[in-house]
Nanobody, 123 residues
């Protein structure tokens, strides 16, 4: 069983920045990578960013490229999401997930989620 603990969300004005953290514990030894998803009110959960655990290769959804940066600290079992130039459209609950075998942009591929952290961007 994997435990995921997201934090770092908050209320910020458009153009501002936030840094999200996700600490993982439990059965994480076999992970391939870590991912961030988000879910806005009334919308489906969507892929945001991913990073492979050993090589650090990254992937982003188009709408956040150049603004968001995913990184990880293997020793701390933590993945981060640095969010800059935030826009009201980024308002959502942000979740992290463990990619056990491969990176997937489909949230249905994941069964374990944390409680998420709320990000609200005001215009």
């Amino acid at each position: 069983q994997v435990q995921l603990d997201e934090s770092g969300g908050g209320l910020v004005q458009a153009g501002g920045s936030l840094r999200l953290s996700c600490v993982t514990s439990g059965r994480t030894f076999s992970r391939y990578g870590m991912e961030w998803f988000r879910q806005a009110p009334g919308k489906e959960r969507e892929f945001v960013a991913a990073i492979t655990w050993t090589t650090g290769r990254t992937a982003y959804t188009d709408s956040v490229k150049g603004r968001f940066t995913i990184s990880r600290d293997n020793a701390k079992n933590t993945v981060y999401l640095e969010m800059n130039s935030l826009e009201p459209e980024d308002t959502a609950i942000y979740y992290c997930a463990v990619a056990k075998l491969y990176i997937s942009r489909d949230p249905a591929a994941f069964t374990s989620w944390g409680q998420g952290t709320q990000v609200t961007v005001s215009s």
